[in-house]
Antibody, heavy 121, light 110 residues
Framework: QVQLVQSGAEVKKPGASVKVSCKAS????????INWVRQATGQGLEWMGW????????VYAQKFQGRVTMTRSTSISTAYMELSSLMSEDTAVYYC??????????????WGRGTLVTVSS | QSVLTQPPSVSEAPRQRVTISCSGS????????VSWYQQLPGKAPKLLIF???LLPSGVSDRFSGSKSDTSASLAISGLQSEDEADYFC???????????FGGGTKLTVL
């Protein structure tokens, strides 16, 4: 079954870091970019960046530069997103999403179920 | 504030047709393909439309997409109660060098 399985909910204090995992199954992990998108309660989707599982190269949204790190472990087909210096505004559901690229056509065709990260003192 | 502009909510009666708009600029919709996602309450987004107007396998043909210049639209015909969800548009932005989304539109089937 083709799916992305994310790690469970986290509660963190302000200033801490959180690392969310996204395990791919049912397809060749290295063949598709993994993107991270977050959604605060009642808000829209916000793109954080992407990572190439093949090369490990990354592109981060300017807003998160310096605070986010996206990595992967190819041996276990898992992508990771670590966000540091957490603030209350980082409270959100974090999604990993597979990006399908065919020529100039790009879209997110597979999403994880999301990981709720709560930042609270 | 989302880069792509969508109406916060729309509503329509069962069996009717509704359209959701998504307005952008030349750096995103005007130069790149639009995709649409459905998000049922408490669930992850699901791909509805890609490359402006193409349906993925398994998506009902009651859904359709279109694009003109810097705006895109999602139409849903034959509305059903199970269509009640949030709908988001997305596109790559050449100026921001990243993906941008609409703020989402909540569809209510009356």
């Amino acid at each position: 079954q083709v799916q992305l399985v994310q790690s469970g909910a986290e509660v963190k204090k302000p200033g801490a870091s959180v690392k969310v995992s996204c395990k791919a199954s049912g397809y060749t992990f290295s063949s598709y970019e993994i993107n991270w998108v977050r959604q605060a309660t009642g808000q829209g989707l916000e793109w954080m960046g992407w990572m190439s599982p093949n090369s490990g190269s990354t592109v981060y949204a300017q807003k998160f530069q310096g605070r986010v790190t996206m990595t992967r472990s190819t041996s276990i087909s898992t992508a990771y997103m670590e966000l540091s210096s957490l603030m209350s505004e980082d409270t959100a559901v974090y999604y990993c999403a597979r990006l399908l690229i065919t020529g100039t056509i790009r879209y997110f065709d597979l999403w994880g179920r999301g990981t709720l990260v709560t930042v609270s003192s | 504030q989302s880069v792509l502009t969508q109406p916060p909510s729309v509503s329509e009666a069962p069996r009717q047709r509704v359209t959701i708009s998504c307005s952008g600029s030349s750096s995103n919709i005007g130069n790149n393909a639009v995709s649409w996602y459905q998000q049922l309450p408490g669930k992850a987004p699901k791909l509805l439309i890609f490359y402006d107007d193409l349906l993925p396998s398994g998506v009902s043909d009651r859904f359709s997409g279109s694009k003109s210049d810097t705006s895109a639209s999602l139409a849903i015909s034959g509305l059903q109660s199970e269509d009640e969800a949030d709908y988001f548009c997305a596109a790559w932005d050449d100026s921001l060098n990243g993906w941008v989304f609409g703020g989402g539109t909540k569809l209510t089937v009356l």
